[in-house]
């Protein structure tokens, strides 16, 4: 790009024709920003400015995905704490079912033993009519015989 101004045998800087002295210095002060590498830092910052610009584009992705995982732990939060309350009340039911069942258990211990008092009332009626059941019988035994003492005696 610069060539035209380099002289081929000493590579100086050298006046084209120009025929107004405005153009000649727009020409070297290009001319002197390549020569001190002004070009070549104006390209570095352009390649300095994309990758800011890359950079910056990595932290929004990035502030993208945090809020993502963000907004997906305070959601398994909220499903764990729904859980939690759901399994308090599970415990609160077994507990319930618990007393009920214990209250249950005595109950069937009570009933247990009206049972057993009542076998044992049985038992003992049971007893009470064996015993007049023998009393009776020896009674009508007697009775039988003193009939049969009166025929023999009558006949």
Known sequence: MFD???NDEGGEMVKDRVDSDES???????ESTSEIGIGE???KRAKLEEAIDYVGLMIKNLKDKRTLLEK???????DIKNLKEK???VSEYIDEENRGIKELAEKRQQVENEADEVGTIINSLREKLSNVDKVIEDE??????????RESLSD
Do not use: P
């Open 4 to 6: 035209k101004f380099k």
């Open 24 to 30: 000649a210095e727009s020409k070297l002060t290009v």
């Open 41 to 43: 830092l104006m390209g």
């Open 72 to 78: 997906d732990i305070e959601e398994e939060s909220v």
């Open 87 to 89: 399994l308090q009340k």
């Open 140 to 149: 009508g035994s007697r009775v039988k015989r003193i009939k049969e003492s």
